[in-house]
């Protein structure tokens, strides 16, 4: 078992509550961050887990050098956004949910990051 891992999970929508499943049956520390209170609770009520509200804002004040992974499994349309703020915060793991990028610029920016390990998950 590996040590001193600390995952930040980014979205409470269905692929957050998969990858919910498969961290807890894995035992490993994860922290669940959510855009509205409403969803959270959803997110709660299905999985048992608390969920901390907030969106980009909560991401970006509660994210710190312990994370060392993150799992952005957001919206489509908020993946980018995510992304900045945890390569802002120097995530060394990054696992995000397919496509990854919405423009050739987007995905070009994920290219060029040199602090992370990116991954891109496809079923």
Known sequence: MQHNIKIALIGTGKMGVEYTKVLQ???LDFTVFGNSKKSC???NTKTGVVA????????ESNINSDYNVAIN???IENLHSVNKILFKKNISKILLEKPAALTPDQF???ENIT???IFIGLN
Request: aromatic share 4%; charged share 15%; hydrophobic share 35%.
């Open 25 to 27: 049956h894995l035992k």
């Open 41 to 43: 609770d959803e997110f």
């Open 52 to 59: 901390t509200p907030g969106g980009l804002n909560a991401l």
């Open 73 to 75: 499994a957001v919206s």
């Open 108 to 110: 070009s920016e994920l």
């Open 115 to 117: 602090n992370s390990n």
